[in-house]
């Protein structure tokens, strides 16, 4: 669906490059979680991605079309929804009415089916909502549009801890085969239960990009105070049952994915990792 060819980019006031010679593949019927440390150029790759920033080499090809171009076949099917953003003091009706024209496929009744998810109706104004509120009301905006492509900065932030479980919720309803939705966050434990792919950057490198259901068959996720299992774990980490195990799942056993501990685990030791994932086994 959208490809990233050897992009670079830097700041006009930075001596140092957010992203150098950075590829990435991404396909279409999937959520993906976008990882990384702080510094590590998700946000950038986002506007990059959706054609806000102009890359100082390479370029993003969107069903074909280069997104920097700034063509409507593109820019009706994507959707940037970032981190911090300004809506206007005006009733949402009046709000959907005058954008969702840029959007073919923008659909009133999903709308509602969004917002529903977040205990919010239509009849409101957005000049009267809390960031929280008004992140909501964006977000479900952004998934009514029904665009191919959906890129979402830091969406858990400023949200309460019901609504961060009412957003995974928001996420599995939105989802069908035709679409494609990167999630860029910190908020590990947020956004767990909602992804199917994990890619993890650092250094302008894709350290893993893979399936939540081949990371856990090639991963078991446990936790334990086996002291000897701990020794034998490709990454440990002390919690309250003892420590949070990340082992080879030599047996095939099933397990819920720990994104905190795998995050970790790859910047501790991407090699080891890669060699695991990159094995015929």
């Known amino acids: 669906m959208i490809t990233v060819e050897n992009l670079s980019f830097s700041y006009r006031k930075s001596?140092?490059?957010?992203?150098?010679?950075?590829?990435?593949?991404?396909?279409?019927?999937?959520?993906?979680?976008l990882l990384g440390k702080n510094g590590a150029g998700k946000s950038t790759l986002l506007y990059l991605m959706s054609g806000l920033l102009t890359p100082k080499g390479g370029r993003v090809m969107f069903h074909d079309t280069d997104v920097r171009r700034r063509l409507p076949v593109t820019l009706r099917d994507m959707f940037l929804v970032p981190e911090e953003f300004d809506l206007p003091s005006v009733p949402l009706m009046s709000y959907v009415r005058l954008n969702s024209l840029f959007y073919p496929r923008f659909s009133k009744e999903d709308m509602m089916k969004?917002?529903?998810?977040?205990?919010?109706?239509?009849?409101?104004?957005l000049g009267a909502l809390s960031m929280g509120q008004k992140k909501k009301v964006f977000m479900s905006f952004a998934l009514a549009t029904n665009t191919s492509l959906l890129l979402m900065d830091e969406p858990t932030n400023g949200l309460d801890i019901p609504s961060k479980s009412q957003f995974r919720k928001?996420?599995?309803s939105g989802m069908s085969e035709d679409k494609t939705i990167v999630i860029s966050t910190h908020q590990v434990r947020d956004i767990d239960k909602s992804l199917d792919h994990v890619v993890v950057m650092d250094k302008s490198q894709v350290l893993l990009n893979e399936s939540t259901t081949r990371i856990t068959e090639k991963l078991l996720f446990t936790e334990s105070e086996d002291r000897e299992l701990a020794k034998n774990a490709l990454f440990a980490a002390p919690s309250i049952q003892g420590n949070s195990l990340m082992l080879v799942n030599e047996h095939e056993e099933e397990s819920d994915i720990n994104l905190e501990l795998l995050f970790n685990a790859i910047l501790s030791s991407p090699e080891k990792l890669?060699?695991?994932f990159n094995s015929q086994n």
Do not use: T
């Not at 001596?15 to 979680?33: I, N, Q």
């Open 15 to 33: 001596k140092h490059s957010v992203l150098h010679d950075f590829s990435l593949s991404l396909e279409k019927g999937r959520v993906y979680g």
């Open 114 to 125: 969004y917002l529903h998810y977040f205990e919010m109706e239509m009849d409101i104004n």
């Open 170 to 172: 928001f996420i599995a």
């Open 274 to 276: 890669s060699q695991l």
